[in-house]
């Protein structure tokens, strides 16, 4: 009898205890620029690299099964030039909840010491922002987000980084850390920009909605689970989400993030 329990016990399936496992991404963001002074500035840029880790439950098996997902870090990399009446090069990080463990690094230019390449994640059990997954729709539906009503605003130079937008399904203390520098002193002023280094340190809740108010919250995954997509275009053809800034102008970007499976944050079978 103790034999037969123990050979039971040998050659039983795994148990797992964990209820719920972890899936790093990376990120392929598409910024775009708009709405700057006679146009000069605007510009899309393609291949914004960033991060992105995702909490997902998981059934008694350890299969990711339907219910709450958590983003536990986000992270992007502007790095661009505008060389047109006016040149500028944006180097600045955008990151939830922290950069390589900092939540407010000390560099800011791209020749500070430190200044890192990426943002990593290095562990965070809390989430930035919640939604829930729905794996026969294919989707994420981030929770609820009530958006600063700027956000959806058709003046350049309303939504900034003091609007105030709160939910779960909004990321919290977003940072904006970096630095703008322009060459070319009228031509920065209508930018809202200092001639030389523009030192960057923001921090606010990014709403996760696409389009005009009513839009659905949605990002679509793939059944593996292993790419996210936001919606590309709202249908005014802007991107999908709408970044705040403190220069007259208006930011988009929109992601595709794929499976990383070399991160060992990735613990999802």
Same mark, same amino acid.
């Given at each position: 009898?103790?034999?037969?329990?123990?050979?039971?016990?040998?050659?039983?399936?795994?148990?797992?205890?964990?209820?719920?496992? &972890?899936?790093?991404?990376?990120?392929?963001?598409?910024?775009?620029?708009?709405?700057?002074?006679?146009?000069?500035?605007?510009?899309?840029?393609? %291949?914004?690299?960033?991060?992105?880790?995702?909490?997902?439950?998981?059934?008694?098996?350890?299969?990711?099964?339907? %219910?709450?997902?958590?983003?536990?870090?986000?992270?992007?990399?502007?790095?661009?030039?505008?060389?047109?009446?006016?040149?500028?090069?944006?180097?600045?990080?955008?990151?939830?909840?922290?950069?390589?463990?900092?939540?407010?690094?000390?560099?800011?230019?791209?020749?500070?010491?430190?200044?890192?390449? *990426?943002?990593?994640?290095?562990?965070?059990?809390?989430?930035?922002?919640?939604?829930?997954?729905?794996?026969?729709?294919?989707?994420?539906?981030?929770?609820?987000?009530?958006?600063?009503?700027?956000?959806? *605003?058709?003046?350049?130079?309303?939504?900034?980084?003091?609007?105030?937008?709160?939910?779960?399904?909004?990321?919290?203390?977003?940072?904006?850390?970096?630095?703008?520098?322009?060459? %070319?002193?009228?031509?920065?002023?209508?930018? %809202?920009?200092?001639?030389?280094?523009?030192?960057?340190?923001?921090?606010?809740?990014?709403?996760?909605?696409?389009?005009?108010?009513?839009?659905?919250?949605?990002?679509?995954?793939?059944?593996?689970?292993?790419?996210?997509?936001?919606?590309?275009?709202?249908?005014?053809?802007?991107?999908?989400?709408?970044?705040?800034?403190?220069?007259?102008?208006? &930011?988009?970007?929109?992601?595709?993030?794929?499976?990383?499976?070399?991160?060992?944050?990735?613990?999802?079978?």
């Amino acid at each position: 009898m103790i034999v037969g329990f123990l050979l039971a016990m040998f050659f039983a399936p795994p148990a797992f205890a964990a209820d719920s496992c &972890t899936i790093a991404y990376r990120v392929d963001a598409t910024l775009e620029v708009s709405d700057t002074q006679f146009k000069k500035g605007d510009v899309s840029v393609d %291949g914004v690299r960033g991060s992105l880790v995702i909490e997902y439950p998981q059934g008694a098996q350890g299969q990711v099964v339907d %219910g709450k997902v958590k983003v536990l870090h986000y992270a992007m990399y502007e790095s661009f030039k505008i060389d047109t009446v006016v040149n500028i090069t944006t180097t600045i990080h955008h990151f939830t909840p922290a950069c390589n463990g900092s939540d407010e690094p000390t560099w800011r230019r791209a020749s500070d010491k430190g200044f890192p390449a *990426a943002c990593r994640y290095t562990g965070n059990e809390r989430p930035v922002a919640i939604g829930v997954l729905r794996k026969d729709d294919n989707a994420i539906e981030w929770g609820r987000c009530k958006a600063a009503p700027s956000y959806w *605003a058709a003046d350049r130079k309303a939504y900034t980084f003091s609007s105030k937008s709160r939910g779960r399904g909004c990321l919290e203390k977003m940072r904006a850390v970096g630095n703008i520098h322009c060459d %070319g002193r009228l031509a920065c002023k209508w930018g %809202g920009l200092n001639g030389g280094d523009n030192p960057q340190f923001d921090v606010w809740t990014q709403p996760l909605i696409h389009g005009p108010a009513g839009s659905d919250h949605s990002v679509t995954v793939s059944p593996d689970l292993s790419t996210i997509k936001t919606p590309v275009y709202r249908s005014d053809g802007r991107q999908s989400y709408n970044l705040p800034n403190n220069s007259p102008s208006r &930011t988009w970007f929109s992601w595709v993030a794929t499976r990383n499976d070399s991160s060992p944050f990735t613990t999802c079978p």
